[in-house]
């Protein structure tokens, strides 16, 4: 295994733990390739933030008005958060105008798009399955 890198996604950090192995084993890349990487030509292009949103409900079959809404549970959350990021790849959309959709600031998007990147790093379980699912979708 001289050029293949693990992406760590236990929290134990024990060298013997048979759950960080295994999914550790289950989830390799080779060196300097990232494991989520968004290829331009895979993916639909939406014209406004608004038809993200739609298809983002539509896959998670969750109504909008839970995405729009003020509540801070995980299943609002991460959808919420994925909402903002796929807003901002997917479409010529400013923060703001993606805001908007979902009666938020500009700086509330900002740190969304940053989250869900921090956690595809550190490989949030939640957050990873949320985002398979709608990246094997909306392509």
Not at 30 to 38: D, K, Q, R, S, V
Not at 78 to 86: D, E, G, H, S, V
Request: net charge positive.
């Amino acid at each position: 295994m001289n050029n293949i890198e693990t992406q760590s996604i236990c929290q134990c950090n024990k060298p013997d733990c048979y759950f960080c192995w295994l999914r550790t084993r289950e989830y390799t890349t080779t060196a300097n390739t990232p494991m989520f990487e968004t290829n331009s030509d895979d993916v639909h292009s939406f014209e406004t933030p608004e038809s993200v949103l739609i298809e983002i409900c539509r896959i998670l079959d969750m109504p909008p008005h839970l995405i729009k809404s003020d509540l801070r549970i995980l299943k609002c959350t991460i959808p919420r958060q994925l909402y903002c990021y796929f807003a901002r790849k997917l479409t010529n959309a400013t923060y703001q105008e993606i805001g908007d959709v979902i009666n938020r600031i500009h700086s509330t998007v900002l740190h969304s798009c940053k989250k869900i990147e921090k956690n595809l790093e550190i490989y949030d379980v939640q957050t990873v399955y949320y985002y398979r699912k709608l990246k094997m979708l909306i392509r």
